[in-house]
């Protein structure tokens, strides 16, 4: 059973950074897309970044100047590093993981197989 731990949540004021990081269980995270996916309060779940097996990013439009993913192979670890942050970012964020690069080419990174609990972000002056 794969499984997805995420930590890093917490509250910043805006224009401040949060690093969040997923680590994985019982898989090895070189054989997988993985990504962020947030949740806001009365919206849809989005896709935030995504990050395939060649290590290649895609980003929502919203965050492609002010966020990066990246992922530590040996680790096993998922990262989403965020920069000026704003309160249209506060969110719960997940992370995701997927065999094979399909999910990270698609809108969406529809086809994500499993999923972490999420951690919450809050961004409040």
Known sequence: QVQ???SGGGSVQ???SLTLTCKTLKYTADKFSMAWFRQAPGKER???ACID???ATRYTDSVSCRFTIFKDNARNTLYLQMNDLESED???YYCAAARGSGPCSRHDYVGMEYWGEG????ISS
């Open 4 to 6: 997805l731990v995420e």
């Open 46 to 48: 989005e896709g935030v």
């Open 53 to 55: 097996i060649s290590l």
């Open 90 to 92: 506060t969110a719960m």
């Open 14 to 16: 805006p224009g401040g």
């Open 119 to 122: 951690t919450l972000v809050t």
